[in-house]
């Protein structure tokens, strides 16, 4: 694909995809007075991390739950232009056993699972006795194996990824299960970053005032295929999964993808906490439960089931060996497209937080600025 027209160019960028990895980029190149377009195939801004009030007047997340963590100064004081924020400190239980336990696996999750009364310190040596030794540390499985022994593995680790993945933990890279920590404290938080907040009034209201900009024009319900030769641009940034920008000429690369199934109930509180894992029962993986992450106040509750999919919309890539080496092909003939930069969770097939995304749109701004500079 080339840059398109030769009469007058009317925008500098095409941006396709509305998602942090487009709407970081959208503002940063505005702010330096670039004339940008960003489409989006979907009816909304902000990709997966949207929100918006449900028929009872819910804030949910139609994409599964979107929790903001980062320890990143810089990244949360970027954010911080278009939203403030409610602290929110993120905690999972899992269903094991038939007991609800803190994961990340903590000294409570294992004094309650065992029915023991261990301190830190004994822990540590409980972990140590059952952890099995693994020379090196490969796979989702060695990963915890290797800390935590083989009945932990089991109950918590073992089935919720074959049933997220469609793969046994053995058959993914160990960045998938090394996500979440073990801990000997009784610190039950899901993440331990500097910085844990919800945008006080929703993602979708902070997107808003990202691309709130003369210099930005938002087209939505397009796919860029319908526009890219219409409408002139110089330079495109691509933001969806980078195989389909190069209609699958070497084959899908593998995306994991979920159903959702949203469910509103006739009471205040469903469950203890935001999220309720099952590893081990029922097609979903986890429940999350919206008014424990927005702090929203209503009589009514709103959750999401998520029921992991081999077919539908892409959301995670599948981070092994054989999947890494059919990106780098798609890589390599990125890399080639001198107009087209490719940004993203999907463009560059990395299992990415939203604040690494939006961490890799900052700097991909600082180079494309940079060159852009170069070449006057
Ligand atoms: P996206 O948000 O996917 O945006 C890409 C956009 O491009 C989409 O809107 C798509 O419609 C559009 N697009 C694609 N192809 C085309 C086309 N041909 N034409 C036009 N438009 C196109 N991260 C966290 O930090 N915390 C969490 O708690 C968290 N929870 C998550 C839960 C789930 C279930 C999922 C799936 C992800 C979660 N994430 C979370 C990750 C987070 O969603 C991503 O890191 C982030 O949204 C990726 O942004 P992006 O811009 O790369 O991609
Ligand atoms: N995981 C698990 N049991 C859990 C939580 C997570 O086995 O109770 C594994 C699973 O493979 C999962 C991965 O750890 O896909 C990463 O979990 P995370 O909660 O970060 O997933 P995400 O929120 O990105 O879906």
């Known amino acids: ?30 702010r330096a007075g670039r004339r940008v377009l960003i489409v989006d195939r979907r009816a909304h801004i902000g990709g997966n991390a949207y929100d918006c009030y449900d028929d009872a007047g819910v804030l949910i997340h139609p994409y599964g739950p979107h929790i903001f963590h980062t320890n990143s100064a ?59 030794p693994v020379a090196q540390v490969r796979t989702s499985e060695d990963v915890v194996v290797g800390k935590v022994g083989r009945d932990l593995y089991n109950k918590f680790f073992r089935g919720y990824t074959r049933k997220q ?31 844990q907040a919800m945008p006080l009034h929703g993602y979708t209201r902070m997107f808003q005032n990202m691309l709130d900009s003369p210099n930005i024009k ?8 319908e526009i890219v030769d219409v409408i002139p641009w110089r330079h495109m940034i691509y933001t969806g999964p980078v195989d389909a920008f190069f209609d699958h000429c070497y084959g899908p690369l593998p995306y994991r993808s979920l159903e959702f199934r949203h ?7 469903l469950f203890p906490v935001g999220t309720v894992n099952y590893p081990n029962d029922y097609g979903y993986t986890r429940v999350s439960e919206f008014k424990h992450i927005t702090g929203q106040r209503h009589h009514q509750t709103s959750v999401v089931y998520e029921y992991p999919r081999a077919e539908g919309d892409p959301y995670y890539p599948v981070p092994r060996p054989e999947n890494a080496e059919l990106y780098k092909r798609y890589e390599a003939l990125a890399d080639a ?22 961490a890799q749109a900052l700097a991909t701004f600082r180079r494309l600025e940079s060159d852009a500079a170069a070449e006057l």
């Open 165 to 195: 993945w469609g793969l046994d933990p053995s058959e993914l890279d160990a960045s998938v299960t090394a996500r979440v920590p073990t801990r000997t404290n009784r610190d039950g938080r899901y993440f331990a970053d500097t910085y």
């Open 337 to 358: 497209e001198e107009n087209v930069t490719f940004v993203g969770r999907l463009a560059t097939y990395r299992y990415y937080n939203m604040d690494q995304v939006v």
């Open 218 to 225: 938002v087209m939505l319900n397009t796919d860029y295929r």
């Open 74 to 132: 810089d990244v949360f004081a970027y954010l911080s232009q278009f939203t403030e924020w409610r602290p929110y400190q993120h905690r999972v239980l899992a269903s094991v056993d038939g007991q609800l336990l803190p994961i990340p696996i903590n000294l409570d999750t294992v004094n309650q699972l065992y029915g023991l009364s261990l301190t830190s310190f004994e822990l540590e040596d409980f972990f140590a006795s059952v952890a099995e």
């Open 263 to 269: 469910e509103t109930h006739d009471v205040d509180e």
């Open 1 to 30: 694909m080339t840059e398109s027209g030769t009469g007058p160019v009317a925008f500098d960028y095409l941006i396709v995809g509305a998602g942090y990895a487009g709407s970081v980029l959208a503002e940063r190149l505005a």
